[in-house]
């Protein structure tokens, strides 16, 4: 239909993607990861996937965008540690925990890790929606299809997608705002942590270990320092901040809010 249309202009093998130009990353959209924490093969091919146009030196950067919508259950560590057993240095592999759906992804891509261009990885029944949102929401991809197997029930995936074509075609036209937003991370200009900014971030992930509650990130105005889910840090600010006062139960509220489960 129409999203397909508009979309399959825009997919490529993995040798033409060597040939685009000022790509700023590789999307890899996540799926199911089970519960003992392994992939899923779906996951497990769109990986190898994008580990392909990576090393064919399609973009320097890799977007692992998945649900970590809660603490027990993480699709972007997993993906990120593929991708680091692979052969990929850690510091070129971002991770968006907020990508709950393929709009709320390419959406942040866009606004949050400041991409204007991008290779996205998929299966093919879903990379024509994932292009087509691209091309409304103002992000020049292209993509590449991750069907290295055959997979059970795909019959119904094609029936949901039909669905899901629909919901985001309006989407496309309403553009309402993702679940999360917060400060910008540029995929191509981002620093490195320092040694200390790592320890702070440490102490905040066990924070949230010890709290075993759900973190809710808003857009606090007039928060002390604002929490960046995009790739699970603050800024170097926030991370200050939360150093200070981190002995300090009731200051943490300054800059979290707990929701609990």
């Known amino acids: 239909g129409y999203v397909k249309s508009v979309a399959k202009e825009r997919i490529v093998t993995v040798e033409e993607t060597a040939t685009l130009e000022d790509v700023d990353c590789i999307i890899v959209l996540g799926c199911q990861v089970r519960d003992d924490g392994t992939l899923s093969h779906m996951l497990r091919d769109r990986l190898m996937r994008g580990l ?100 059970a029930g795909q019959s119904m995936r094609d029936f949901r997608e039909i669905l899901a074509r629909c919901k985001d075609w309006a989407m496309c036209i309403l553009k309402p ?52 889910y995009g790739d699970g840090i603050m800024s170097a600010v926030g991370y200050i901040h939360l150093a200070v006062t981190i002995t300090n139960r009731s200051a943490i509220t300054d800059i979290l809010k707990i929701r609990r489960q």
């Open 52 to 151: 392909e146009v990576y090393h064919a030196g399609a973009a320097p950067k890799l977007l692992m965008s998945g649900d970590h919508g809660r603490i027990d259950y993480d699709e972007v560590n997993a993906m990120k540690q593929y991708a680091i057993e692979n052969g990929v240095p850690s510091e070129h592999v971002f991770m968006d925990h907020a990508g709950f759906s393929t709009y709320e992804t390419v959406y942040r891509a866009k606004e949050i890790f400041e991409a204007d261009k991008v290779i996205i990885i998929t299966q093919e029944y879903h990379l024509y929606r994932a292009l087509y949102i691209a091309d409304k929401l103002g992000l020049e991809a292209y993509g590449v299809s991750a069907d290295l197997n055959k997979y």
């Open 177 to 228: 705002e993702p679940t999360y937003l917060g400060e910008a991370i540029p995929i191509f200009k981002a620093l490195k942590l320092s040694a200390s900014i790592i320890r702070n971030h440490l102490l905040f992930h066990l924070l949230l270990q010890i709290q075993g509650q759900k973190l809710y990130l808003g857009n606090e105005q007039n928060a002390a320092a604002k929490i960046q």
